[in-house]
């Protein structure tokens, strides 16, 4: 029963080409101008960001745009231990799900400005911004989110969104 355990390390990369449509295109070229701009669904009302063209829940097309904030609270989070090849970050780091304020669905990004020991969901971030010449029509226009200093937002503000 003392089998030794298996492990096959094999480099994997994926190379795709996708097109971003009308609405993700319009939030993408907002991040290039410092805003965050999603969609919102004319039958639920959930505000999706980065835009999704759709609404997976109503199968609807998503036409509306809307400005959400760039503070939001960390719903849930990842410390990283392993390197990655796209990365130079000291380890351990936090990828964390952001639900930024006015939307309905957190996204993934990269925390920053606080020890990993201290990080915890509720916590409140901020985006940080590239300079402005350097940004791209891409999430990596923010650099990082960094915490607020605001109190934890309360588990039911955004249990619904986990
Ligand atoms: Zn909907």
Redesign the pocket.
């Given at each position: 029963m003392s089998e030794k355990p298996r492990v096959s390390l094999a480099p994997v990369r994926l190379e795709y080409r996708a097109s971003a449509g009308r609405g993700l295109s319009r939030s993408l070229a907002a991040l290039m101008e410092g805003r965050i701009v999603g969609q919102r669904?004319p039958?639920?009302a959930?505000v999706y960001v980065p835009s999704r063209g759709a609404?997976p829940?109503?199968g609807?097309v998503l036409s509306e745009d809307v400005v959400v904030s760039e503070t939001g609270t960390l719903v849930s989070f990842c410390v990283v231990n392993i390197p990655l090849a796209d990365r130079s970050l000291p380890l351990p780091y936090v990828h964390g799900s952001v639900l930024l304020d006015g939307a309905d669905i957190p996204f993934s990004h990269l925390l920053q400005g606080l020890p990993v020991e201290e990080v915890r969901m509720g916590l409140r971030v901020r985006a940080e911004w590239v300079p402005g010449p350097e940004r791209k029509p891409s999430l990596e226009s923010i650099r990082c989110f960094r915490p607020t200093g605001e109190p934890d937002a309360p588990f039911h503000a955004y249990m619904e969104h986990l």
């Open positions: 669904c039958v639920c959930k609404c829940s109503c609807v």
